[in-house]
């Protein structure tokens, strides 16, 4: 093995799906860095995290801001600009902003029963065990349903509510249009027999309404929360003081309300308690419909959409692809980052992230054959760790869209991801070149995520794509490659094995708070292979 020093890592995060500040994953990628690097930093000092900015990145009076770089370095480093020992530049590739908007519910909820549940493409398969196909359609479906289901909920209470204020007010009985404002502008009799108007009570019944379900929503945040805000006491004193000041001013109105008495009686705590059930039902339907399905689905509807005649969704697309291939060569180039080298290069990409780093590390290599890129500065690029990865659905979605593809158009795409990854950790053990090490994190109960399957070819780093159909001939016939599956595997898949909770039914975004995904151990038997050990291998002064 060879014994490399490499000092200066360059880590390029990709982020997924729903709306990111810009470095936000960044900061996060950079902060549990820092912490799990800290774990066993012995007496060379604490890790720390600075924020740098490289000169000479952009155009003179280019109003964008800063592509500013978080530096993971010793904290007895005399300069961060300058660290004495090794270090880690997280880079982002923040594309967030240019999908946001781009569609809405209607459009993604149809998308989904096109493409996923009514395929019309006859050649599109989704590459998972029945277990997990099973698992994600249901779980998708179900959220479909659930969320539909509680708008019914939530229009059945308005019309139980509507009609029980008609009745108790006498709105029903007072057809004619001048009766019916005089009856709105009747006095109802309040606590201690208040007089107030009936079109007030019937506002203070909505404002309380809303004030609970508020209160309530804050709660459930509250819960799920708890661990992050362990070390936080001030927010949690904050979040309860409004809690309580929500359900103080909103039980008072729904108190209030219930026992006002109106013309023909009191609405009573069965129709205030319709009236909470109707911003409560539609609370928890909107959030699984606009939060979860256009959410998380929305940035995949567009990514997807391969068709250059749609200019809206291919345009944003595009653009997309143009900012991670712009961030990895920062990484890569030291003319583009303020004259940096970095010795080695790691992508580490998030639910669709992974996606979008997977086609820029394809369009870098195809420019570093052309010559656009040199091929010194491709094969810094020595690992590709995806979390959550989406890679296997929007490739059944990429291929279940657009035109059915070719055989020879299969054989290429797969023959060129041969050429550029490995599920060989040995690859790391190169200072440069002989494969990208590509590592995936998977949990089964993630309905976003799969084990890569598919992905696997016949040929291997470095050969060259013009032999592609004499290496095929040559090896289909040879016993290690007869699985047929279509060549051999080029991803190291981890399963984790977390499970969701009824306070945690969707573990997304749960990957980089993992212990296991960062630390390497021994899972029944099996040695299991952590994301920091990847990042951190043959770094210099690292591991003490």
Excluded at 62 to 87: I, M
Excluded at 252 to 269: D, E, S
Excluded at 423 to 448: E, I, M
Excluded at 493 to 507: F, I, S, V, Y
Aim: glycine content about 10%.
């Amino acid at each position: 093995m060879e014994d490399l020093t490499a000092r200066r890592i360059a880590v390029v995060c990709v982020h997924g799906v729903a709306s990111h500040p810009r470095y936000e994953f960044q900061d996060q990628v950079s902060g549990l860095l820092c912490d799990q690097l800290n774990e066993n930093c012995g007496a060379a000092g604490e890790w720390v995290v600075d924020v740098v900015n490289p000169g000479n990145v952009l155009d003179h009076g280019d109003e964008e801001p800063l592509p500013t770089t978080s530096r993971v370095h010793r904290d007895s480093d005399s300069d961060p600009n300058a660290p004495d020992g090794s270090f880690f530049d997280v880079i982002e590739a923040y594309w967030s902003p240019i999908s946001k908007g781009g569609t809405n519910w209607l459009w993604v909820v149809n998308w989904i029963l096109r493409v996923v549940f009514v395929p019309l493409n006859t050649t599109a398969s989704y590459n998972a065990s029945w277990q997990k196909q099973f698992f994600d359609y249901g779980y998708i479906g179900g959220a479909l349903v659930l969320a539909f289901g509680l708008f019914f909920v939530s229009l059945s209470a308005v019309w139980q509510s509507f009609v029980r204020v008609l009745t108790v007010t006498g709105l029903i009985k007072n057809t004619n249009p001048n009766e019916f404002i005089t009856t709105l502008n009747a006095n109802a009799s309040g606590i201690g027999g208040v007089p107030i108007k009936i079109v007030v009570w019937l506002f203070v019944g909505l404002i309380g309404g809303f004030l609970v379900t508020q209160a309530l929503v804050a709660i459930w945040k509250l819960i799920v929360q708890r661990k992050a805000l362990v070390r936080n006491p001030k927010a949690v004193w904050h979040r309860v003081i409004a809690i309580v000041v929500l359900v103080t001013l909103g039980g008072a109105c729904i108190v209030g309300m219930a026992l006002a008495k109106f013309p023909n009686g009191v609405l009573g705590w069965r129709g205030v308690g319709l009236i909470v059930v109707i911003f409560v039902a539609f609370q928890l339907g909107y959030a699984l419909l606009i939060g979860f399905m256009v959410g998380f689905f929305g940035d995949v509807e567009i990514y997807t959409t391969r068709d250059e005649n749609d200019s809206r969704f291919y345009g944003m697309r595009d653009r997309i692809l143009d900012v991670t291939v712009e961030a990895l060569m920062r990484a890569i180039s030291p003319q583009l980052n303020g004259g940096r080298r970095y010795d080695r290069v790691i992508v580490l990409a998030h639910s669709l992230g992974a996606t979008i780093a997977m086609d820029a590390l394809t369009r870098l290599y195809q420019l570093s054959l052309q010559g656009a890129v040199t091929r010194e500065e491709f094969d810094r690029i020595r690992a590709f760790i995806t979390a959550g990865s989406s890679l296997e659905k929007t490739r059944y979605f990429f291929d279940v869209s657009g035109a059915t593809p070719t055989a020879s158009f299969e054989h290429w795409r797969n023959d060129a991801y041969g050429t550029i990854f490995t599920c060989n950790p040995k690859a790391l053990d190169r200072p440069n070149g002989h494969g990208v090490f590509w590592a995936n994190y998977w949990y089964f109960q993630d309905p976003l995520c799969n084990e890569i399957r598919s992905y696997r070819s016949y040929l291997k780093p470095g050969e060259s794509m013009e032999s592609s159909r004499v290496i095929h001939e040559e090896r289909e016939g040879q016993p290690e490659w007869m699985d047929g599956s279509g060549g051999r595997e080029i991803c190291w898949n981890e399963r984790g094995h977390k499970r969701m909770t009824l306070t945690h039914w969707l573990l997304h975004g749960d990957y980089l708070y993992d212990a296991w995904f960062w630390r390497s151990s021994k899972y029944k038997g099996k040695e299991h292979l952590g994301a920091l050990d990847v990042i951190t291998s043959h770094v210099e002064g690292v591991r003490d």
